[in-house]
């Protein structure tokens, strides 16, 4: 997958990085609504976003009290993977991808 399609999920961490503003710099868990908290401006919507798009929303609410941000946005872990299991039909869920994949840590 390419890095610029990937998509932030809900359980993802993202590090949220305000260039020579280090007070406003954060890493912060994808709550289940979504949403990851950022000092200032509060509540962003993340979930299912690209790192550049959630970068650029807060970059323009920055921009109300900061001279030009510089906001950069990145997964601080990998992505759980998503295995299907057919015979594992009470199991839902995400585990991380060596142990789904291999069945081993």
Avoid: F
Wanted: hydrophobic share 35%; glycine share 8%.
């Amino acid at each position: 997958m390419n890095v610029e399609e990937y998509r932030i999920g809900v359980d993802d961490r993202v590090q949220v990085t305000v260039w020579r503003n280090p007070e406003l710099s954060v890493t912060a868990p994808v709550r289940p609504d979504g949403k990851i908290s950022v000092p200032i401006i509060g509540d962003v919507a993340a979930g299912g976003y690209t790192p550049s798009e959630v970068a650029e929303t807060i970059r323009k609410r920055l921009a109300e009290y900061i001279r030009e941000p510089n906001v950069a946005v990145i997964p601080d872990r990998p992505p759980l993977a998503r295995v299907s299991d057919p015979g594992a039909r009470n199991r839902g869920g995400a585990c991380p991808a060596p142990r789904c994949l291999t069945g081993r840590e």
